[in-house]
């Protein structure tokens, strides 16, 4: 495990943009005040999720095909979901190794089809390196049908350093603010510009939300996700829904802290 600390990364804060990766919000039906919100002008993001139904769906969603082509149309970058879990237990030229890549492939061509999807989020990305290797053939078969398709590996927490050279972006933290507050960076990290991690965090007070940016500034994450809500101890996703202080974090992001 690289060594963990909490120094200030050795690149410099200042003119760092932050921007918002919204990991995904509920279907458009459930949720259409946060879909409309999103294509607002202005908005600081990045790029957003879409996962239909734990991936594409079976068939094309007329709901979630609107609410796609309007942030497209507002010049956002709209991602599928891919669920990666079981990445890293199969084995080259097995059956079951080629039924789990085939199903990852499959998922993706219908994102594309129906979504015209800019990339993807591989959700529950391994981070061990001897998964590494399938990966890496995952990234290259999606760009393959993608041009200069946008990955972002959904690791959670610092992954081998050698995935930074195979995605556009590596999710290095989601999990409460409880954990957040208090997290380490992996040194490897400062070799890499901010703009290659992303962190998710549930359950942020608004009156912590200027530490909170400042902890994503301080470790070197450019893409960030910031809500009040939280998993009820993993009972609900805290992503589904806007956080109670959108104006404030879209403000905020925009204007920076003071370090």
């Known amino acids: 495990m690289p060594y963990l600390t909490r120094m200030k990364r050795t690149t410099p804060s200042t003119g760092l943009r932050t921007g ?7 279907h458009p039906l459930l949720a259409p005040t946060e879909w409309t919100e999103l294509a607002r002008p202005g908005t600081p993001l990045d ?12 068939r094309p969603d007329p709901h979630c095909l609107e609410a796609a082509g309007r942030l497209r149309n507002a010049g956002i970058r709209v991602l599928g979901n891919l669920d990666t879990a079981h990445l890293d237990r199969i084995h080259l030229g097995t059956t079951h190794g080629a039924r789990v890549f085939g ?4 998922k993706a061509h219908r994102y594309l089809d129906w ?15 001897t998964a590494l290797p399938e990966v890496l053939r995952t990234i290259t078969t999606l760009r393959a049908l993608r041009d200069k398709a946008h990955i972002v590996l959904g690791h959670g927490t610092h992954p081998h350093p050698g995935y930074a050279e195979c995605a556009d972006q590596l999710v290095t933290f989601s999990g409460p603010w409880r954990d957040y507050r208090w997290s380490q960076v992996a040194e490897w990290t400062a070799d890499y510009p901010p703009d290659r991690f992303c962190h998710f965090v549930h359950g942020v007070p608004l009156g912590h939300l200027d530490e909170a940016l400042r902890i994503a500034r301080w470790q070197g994450a450019a893409t960030i996700w910031f809500t009040d809500h939280t998993d ?12 109670g202080y959108w104006d404030e974090i879209v403000s905020r992001i925009g204007t920076g802290v003071s370090e």
């Open 115 to 129: 979504y015209r999807v800019d990339g993807f989020l591989l959700d529950r990305c391994p981070t061990d390196g």
């Open 232 to 243: 009820r101890g993993g009972r609900t996703d805290p992503w589904e829904t806007m956080p």
């Open 47 to 58: 790029w957003v999720v879409l996962n239909v139904a734990d991936g594409p769906g079976a």
């Open 20 to 26: 918002l990766g919204v990991p995904g919000y509920a």
């Open 103 to 106: 199903e990852v492939i499959s």
